[in-house]
């Protein structure tokens, strides 16, 4: 991704005075962030640092490339690193800033390499902006410096719920996840959540034999289901009982345990749920949620990975660190300081907060912008889940405090 250099970079010549490029801003990002920088960028996580740009004295489009150099600090031995592929400008209609930052296929995207995001400080610069082999004269906000924060891992065993499902016919089966979907959940958390990394578990077990379809049966007048309630304490008692003896046996106190029911691509869907809200630092609380195809139910045309126990598990887990509802889209509002109108994960009145998802190439999931005009915070109900800053800030200083707060000693 890059090559140690002290010297000064060489600089093609031959560049076209007509043409020009202005650096309308830089934008690094782990999963959302606004143009000041008010989201803490953390030490160890993936890292794409997007450029904007507009072009002047075009007479025809043009694909462009850039590179940016990358140091711990001002003046230090830098780094070279790439943008991931190039943007065309055409000599016409050019999107602008705003236009830019919500769509990653629109800016030149700079992916760091893992070992610059460890340094605790980050100095970035634009080297080149580059069409064919001719470097353009640049001009705008060529450079920033941040800081880099020390977060924990998050601590987390995934444990598939196997359950016996009698057919109308008669027949029995054994249902439990397929592995792809604690690949998908794996993969979710590592974007999404404000950690370096994972340090991950999992396992299938048999659960409870009264663990089983019917999920859900008649309500009662106040809207409680009974059933479902029923067998959501038998499946919080059989994670809190593995919980507490893989603790006994060694297993770190700070780790969270979530428990996995597949639907049997038959729409034996599991309403999901957190044991507790703690309000105070607690890993021991037990959440269990769902998991399958989203192509099964209409309501969820919006996932278009093959798994929506991804998302879904991030809102329970994030019950799990002390997050409430801000109520939207069919939910108790239980958390009053939610900043932003309908559930989304910014708004143009509270820094124009713009979503990314990072990618995943190993799950073919491309990396995208995820504009708040869109997209809802994962602690609502509505469709296009992703972390709002508010959230976001909030399971980072739980995840602190339960670092401290359980330490093995």
């Not at 005075?17 to 989201?39: F, K």
């Not at 065993?157 to 998908?184: C, M, N």
């Not at 409430?324 to 900043?339: K, L, M, R, V, Y």
Request: proline fraction near 9%.
């Amino acid at each position: 991704m890059g090559i140690l250099i002290k010297g000064k970079r060489r600089r093609l010549r031959g560049a076209p005075q007509a043409a020009s490029i202005e650096v309308l801003g830089l934008e690094v990002t782990q999963a959302i962030q606004n143009l000041a920088h008010q989201v803490p960028l953390i030490r160890s996580k993936s890292t794409v640092v997007r450029v904007y740009v507009k072009c002047t004295g075009l007479t025809a489009k043009r694909d462009l490339r850039g590179e940016i150099a990358v140091a711990s600090a001002p003046g230090a031995p830098a780094r070279y690193v790439p943008s991931t592929k190039s943007i065309t400008i055409s000599d016409k209609d050019q999107p602008d800033l705003g236009m830019q930052r919500r769509n990653a296929e629109m800016s030149l995207n700079f992916v760091l390499p893992i070992e610059v995001c460890s340094w605790p400080t980050v100095s970035i610069s634009v080297n080149h902006i580059r069409s064919a082999d001719t470097d353009l004269p640049l001009t705008g906000d060529l450079t920033t410096t941040l800081p880099l924060i020390d977060s924990p891992p998050l601590r987390i065993k995934v444990v598939g719920l196997r359950y016996v499902w009698t057919k109308p016919g008669g027949a029995q089966v054994d249902i439990s996840p397929e592995a792809f979907h604690f690949d998908f959940l794996r993969s979710f958390l590592r974007r999404a959540y404000p950690v370096p990394s994972i340090e991950w578990s999992q396992l299938v077990v048999q659960a409870n034999p009264q663990f089983a379809p019917p999920f859900s049966g008649p309500q009662t007048p106040d809207g409680d289901d009974p059933l479902w309630r029923a067998k959501l304490a038998i499946a919080h008692n059989q994670l809190a009982a593995l919980r507490a003896k893989d603790i006994e046996s060694g297993t770190d106190p700070r780790t969270h345990y979530y428990g996995l029911v597949s639907d049997a691509s038959a729409g034996l869907f599991f309403r999901g749920a957190a044991k507790d809200i703690p309000q105070v630092p607690d890993p021991s609380v037990v959440a269990v949620g769902p998991t399958g195809n989203p192509r099964q139910y209409p309501s969820l045309n919006w996932d278009k990975d093959a798994s929506y126990g991804d998302w879904y598990a991030a809102h329970e887990l994030s019950h799990t660190f002390g997050r409430f509802h801000p109520g939207f889209c069919g939910q108790d509002a239980s958390d009053g300081t939610f900043p932003y109108p309908d559930g989304r994960i910014g708004d143009l009145q509270n820094g124009d907060m713009i979503g990314l998802d990072v990618g995943d190439p190993t799950l073919n999931i491309p990396m995208a912008a995820l504009p708040h005009e869109k997209w809802h915070d994962i602690m609502t109900y509505c469709d296009d889940q992703w972390l709002s800053s508010h959230s976001y800030g909030a399971i980072l200083d739980r995840l602190k405090l339960e670092d401290a707060g359980f330490r093995v000693a």
